[in-house]
């Protein structure tokens, strides 16, 4: 059996909001569809499609831009580099001329009412986030491909178990924290070392390199982005963005005209408890307004807990004078070996485990990188993961209107004060003295995972989502 081996290109995508088993998911899958079709030589037979959406694809996929992303993906937009000021007039032109050009090649007819179809009350088996995609030919048959959107954007293809991809020879092969910690303790490497290491067998060094300081220029400016916008976020449930204000009031200005002198004027404002616990909640907000916002983020893992991991580097970067490109990869790089072992234990997906697989793994996942950074040990450094996430146990995923917003977009500021707190705890402790381990709260969630009811589960069935009135418009 192969075993999953995830690269931190995988824990860390760079994507649109707002959510990343909702929309870059869907997108990805829809993307794969016409690949299929074009590797199949049908993409010129193909007169219609139509896709169904089911569980929790179905009950809160409009909140989510299910549909948006699936219309762009089919119509051949990459979520990395299509412009987000176009989304609204794309899916408008769709939409009103019923057309759509297949992987921007063939013209095909599409009713937007009709040919894309809600399933509120089915469910697959395999996961609850699922699409069948259908070609109907010119030939009078009809394929199609069914595809589960398992979390920070993974993509299953029905039949598949995710693992196909090709496998290398890692130099430290790695299930649980506890082969982290063996390999850690083996070679005398950090843990973002012996992370450098294994994705030596996938690129070169400086390729790797490259790339993540590629996602943190989007994270910082993310950041940026949604400390200067004010505005409030589309859905209908007029939610006021509060980054802009906050930024202003704390800065007293908003004339800085690039992220370094903004970062230098908020480092020269202070450093007391409140100052600071104001500029993290910002950074949080900023990028989750971003990311309900139909912005470009990096998924850190999910798009729904986006603001997390951005929010404590940010904060490590300002107040803690992380400001080097050395830091800051090996910030990124350790967190992605976190959220590695709890997608290969657990779960990183709210339709699969409620909030706490994603606030709580990325709380873990910053707890983590902050830690080493900051000189922690390897068994500090796995030590703040695990209180971080014991402390988001059983957190429920109750979307109020089916929205990225409320409750998400606050719970990203918890999720990062939760992981400077657990950082600054691993690093008052003697980890040798600690009785639970990071494998036993990866453990421990997925079983919570498993007797957590389904209404909590990204579907808008209950909790918050349930005892809010509210009154959306019609979609």
Known sequence: MQREQISVF??????????????????RAAQQFTAFLKAQGLM????????????????????????????????????VTFDVNAIDSTIETIKNDQLLKLADEKLITFNYEEDLIFLFF?????????VTFQAFLSNGKAVSETYYSIGGGFVVKEGENGNEKTQVDLPFPIEKAGDLLHWCLTTGLKVSEVVMENESAWRQEKE???????????????????CHTPGVL?????????????????????????????????RQGGNGFNYILDWVSCFALAVNEENASFGRVVT???NGAAGVIPAVLQYYITFCDGFTEERIMQFIACA?????????GATISAAMGGCQAEIGVSSAMAAAALTECMGGSQRQVLMAAEIAMEHHLGLTCDPIGGLVQIPCIERNTMGAIKAITASQLALQSNPD??????????????????DMNSKYKETSDGGLATNIPISLPEC
């Open 433 to 450: 003295k600690a009785k639970v381990s990071l494998d036993a709260v990866v453990n421990t969630m997925w079983e919570t995972a498993l």
């Open 44 to 79: 010129e037979q193909t007169e219609q499609v139509k896709i169904l959406l089911y569980g929790s694809l179905a009950k809160t996929g409009k909140g989510h831009g299910t549909d948006i992303a699936i219309l762009l993906g089919l119509a051949g937009a990459d979520p």
């Open 10 to 27: 995988d824990i860390f995508k760079i994507g649109i909001g707002p959510s990343s088993s909702h929309t870059l998911g869907p997108w």
């Open 122 to 130: 089915e469910s697959l088996p395999f996961h609850p986030n699922a």
């Open 300 to 302: 850190a893992p999910t």
């Open 234 to 266: 589309p859905g209908g449930l007029n939610v006021a963005r509060r980054a802009s204000a906050l930024n202003r009031k704390l800065i007293g200005s908003t004339g800085y005209s690039d992220y370094e002198s903004w970062v230098m004027a908020i």
């Open 208 to 226: 790797t390199r490259s790339g993540i300081i590629q996602h943190f220029k989007v994270m910082k400016e993310c950041i940026y982005r949604g």
């Open 336 to 344: 992605s070996e976190i959220g590695s072992i709890f997608k290969k």
